[in-house]
């Protein structure tokens, strides 16, 4: 009976041991965006930084203006107004 109690308990402490898979990113990804002049990107005009609000996500304009040739950079995830880095 001792045999059968420690076997059955090494079973059930395998399954808890056993390391699950690695958590996700989740929620909405939020970017950085620097704007240039042309589509080689030869010069910067502009950069916008990735907000994260209860609402979701977007961007802020630092400097600069907008253009037509953003250069977007992940630097990280919104979930419900939390901001999850990379």
């Known amino acids: 009976m001792t045999k059968r109690r420690l076997i059955a308990s090494l079973l059930v402490a395998s399954v808890f041991a056993v390391p699950g898979p690695a958590l996700a990113q989740t929620g909405d990804p939020i970017y950085n965006y620097y704007y240039y002049n042309n589509q ?15 609402y979701g996500v977007g961007a802020d304009l630092e400097w600069g203006t907008y253009s037509s040739y953003p250069e977007p950079e992940l630097v990280g995830y919104c979930t419900d107004g939390v901001w999850e880095p990379l």
């Open 40 to 54: 080689a990107h030869s010069q910067q005009v502009g950069f916008a930084r990735g907000t994260c609000t209860y």
